[in-house]
């Protein structure tokens, strides 16, 4: 691994290839835009370096020694979840199952050898411009959600002061993308809201629950029941925190 020196404002760039001193290496470590992090033909050694050195992208040849691409892709997002870099594999076998495994996998983009490194800076620009693109889509689209689920939340009576008001919207937040997540409350939806709030699963759920009793207590049930279309609940009758969190979520969903 060549570990190099970084530079503040340039893209930073690791080079995973057999062929460690290659055309694309020369062409980074001479670069005033960007900083070459590192380089390996390794992928075991890959594997170590990325997470420490988190370059922004990783240019990665799918055949390495002790571990190929694949692997090494499937291992990072395993160990750095969504703080993986852009991955751009290369190789000198252009297969559609190949190019297809790569996009499957998670990679940004599938380059065939050889490489001219004037076009490979030219993809790295194309996928910063469209992840930029798609940040503010994000940004706006989050919003919109915050303001749905708000809404509900003051329909139904649950106050905005209360720490359960912030964990259910989260957790709805968290359904909405990923639907499964209900299915493992207590194993992933009540951790990853506790460490994103820096506190504990416990506290979570009973902040949670909280914040339903509240709504129960306020009688306003039947603003739950008219915003559903259905006679779901009654005064006797309160949701577990799964149920309300994919009620709301559900709806979410169906509404876009």
Do not use: C
């Not at 930073?12 to 033909?41: I, M, Q």
């Not at 692997?71 to 559609?96: C, G, Q, W, Y």
């Amino acid at each position: 691994m060549g570990n190099l020196p970084l530079h503040k404002g340039k893209i930073r760039v690791y080079v995973a290839d057999k062929a460690e001193d290659n055309n694309v290496v020369t062409y980074f470590r001479g670069s005033d835009k960007f900083a070459l992090v590192g380089a390996s033909p390794n992928g075991e050694e890959v594997l170590k370096d990325v997470p420490l050195l988190k370059p922004d992208f990783l240019i990665m040849e799918v055949m390495l020694s002790g571990m190929d691409g694949f692997v090494v892709l499937e291992k990072l997002k395993e160990s750095m979840a969504d703080r993986v870099p852009k991955v751009i594999f290369t190789s000198n076998l252009s297969h559609s199952g190949f190019v297809t495994k790569a996009i499957t996998e998670g990679a940004s983009y599938f380059m065939v050898k050889p490489i001219l490194p004037e076009v490979l800076e030219e993809r790295i620009y194309d996928l910063m411009q469209n992840q930029n693109d798609n940040s503010v889509t994000t940004m706006k689209t989050n919003k919109q959600l915050d303001e749905k689920i708000s809404n509900i939340f003051i329909s139904i009576g649950i106050p905005a002061h209360i720490k359960g008001y912030q964990f259910l919207r989260e957790a709805v937040k968290l359904a909405v993308e990923k639907p499964e997540i209900i299915g493992s409350i207590t194993k992933q939806l009540y951790p990853t809201i506790a460490e994103r709030f820096e506190t504990s699963s416990s506290k979570v759920e009973r902040g949670m629950r909280h914040a339903i009793e509240v709504a129960w207590n306020r009688g306003k049930i039947e603003n739950i029941n008219s915003l559903f279309g259905l006679k779901i609940y009654n005064s006797n009758e309160k949701p577990t925190n799964g149920e309300l969190i994919a009620l709301i979520a559900d709806k979410m969903i169906m509404e876009g």
